[in-house]
C-alpha cells in the first residue's frame, strides 16, 4: 500500500521567511497530492492540492511543486506569517483508491 | 464543498464501556470516512463506509473494537467498544469532494474522547 513520508517533523522560521516542507510517497498510481493545515484544536483544511499531470501549482504565498519520477512533492511557503503557525500534513492518494494517505505531519512556528 | 456535524464533540468515558460517535454531512455521498489522531500524531484511517454494505477496515482495525453503521447516504456512525485508555484520541469523519474530479478531504469537527 501506499506509504508518505514528511520532513521536517518539526520546522522553525522568522517571521517574512520561506519555509519548505517535504514529502516522498511510495505508490506510483497516486495521482492527487493535496496539503492539510490543522491549527490547534481545529479540523484539517485543504490549503493546496496538486496533480500528477501538473508539475508546479501556485495560490498566493503558497506553492506546491511535484516530482513524480522521484516521487517527491514540497510545500513553500513565502513571507511566512504568525497566522501560518500550525501543523501541516502531506497527503497522497488516486483516483479511485478512494484512500487518502497522510504523512507524518510537520509543526511549523513562525516567530514574530 | 461538504458540511459536517459530528456528536459529541467530547467526552470521558470509564474503561471497559463503549461509546458512539454521529457522523451528519449536508448532502448525500456515496462514502464516508474514520479517522483516528492520536494526541499530536497524524491522522490513521480507521475505515471506509458505504452506504448498503458492511465498512472496509484498514490494517489494525476491526469491526468487534469500531463497528460502523452507514444507514444513509448523510449519516454514519462509529463505535468505540470497551475501551481502554489507548483509545484516548479524537475521531474524525469526513467525505470525500468531487469537484473537478479530485479527492479532497472535507472533516468534521471531531470527536475528542478521553478515556479514564
Known amino acids: 500500500g501506499e506509504n508518505v513520508e514528511q520532513h521536517p517533523s518539526t520546522l522553525s522560521v522568522q517571521e517574512g521567511d520561506s519555509a519548505v516542507i517535504k514529502c516522498t510517497y511510495s505508490?506510483?498510481?497516486?495521482?492527487?497530492f493535496p496539503w492539510y493545515k490543522q491549527e490547534l484544536g481545529k479540523r484539517p483544511q485543504l490549503i493546496i492540492d496538486?496533480?500528477?499531470?501538473?508539475g508546479e501549482k501556485k495560490d498566493q504565498r503558497i506553492a506546491v511543486t511535484l516530482n513524480k519520477t522521484a516521487k517527491h512533492f514540497s510545500l513553500h511557503i513565502t513571507e511566512t506569517q504568525p497566522e501560518d503557525s500550525a501543523v501541516y500534513f502531506c497527503?497522497?492518494?488516486?483516483?479511485?483508491?478512494?484512500?487518502?494517505?497522510f504523512g507524518a505531519g510537520t509543526r511549523l512556528f513562525v516567530k514574530a | 464543498s461538504a458540511v459536517i456535524s459530528q456528536k459529541p464533540s467530547r467526552d470521558i468515558c470509564q474503561r471497559g464501556t463503549s461509546l458512539t460517535i454521529q457522523c451528519q454531512v449536508d448532502?448525500?455521498?456515496?462514502?464516508m470516512f474514520w479517522y483516528r489522531q492520536q494526541p499530536g500524531q497524524s491522522l490513521t484511517l480507521i475505515a471506509t463506509?458505504?452506504?448498503?454494505?458492511?465498512?472496509?477496515?484498514e490494517s489494525g482495525f476491526v469491526i468487534d473494537k469500531f463497528p460502523i453503521s452507514r444507514p444513509n447516504l448523510t449519516f454514519s456512525t462509529l463505535t468505540v467498544s470497551n475501551m481502554s485508555p489507548e483509545d484516548s484520541s479524537i475521531y474524525l469523519c469526513s467525505v470525500e469532494g468531487t469537484a473537478g474530479g479530485n479527492n479532497e478531504q472535507f472533516f468534521g469537527p471531531g470527536t475528542r474522547l478521553t478515556v479514564l
Open positions: 448532502s448525500q455521498v456515496t462514502m
Open positions: 463506509a458505504n452506504q448498503g454494505s458492511e465498512a472496509t477496515y
Open positions: 505508490d506510483s498510481a497516486s495521482n492527487y
Open positions: 496538486i496533480r500528477s499531470n501538473v
Open positions: 497527503a497522497a492518494s488516486w483516483t479511485g483508491g478512494f484512500k487518502t494517505i
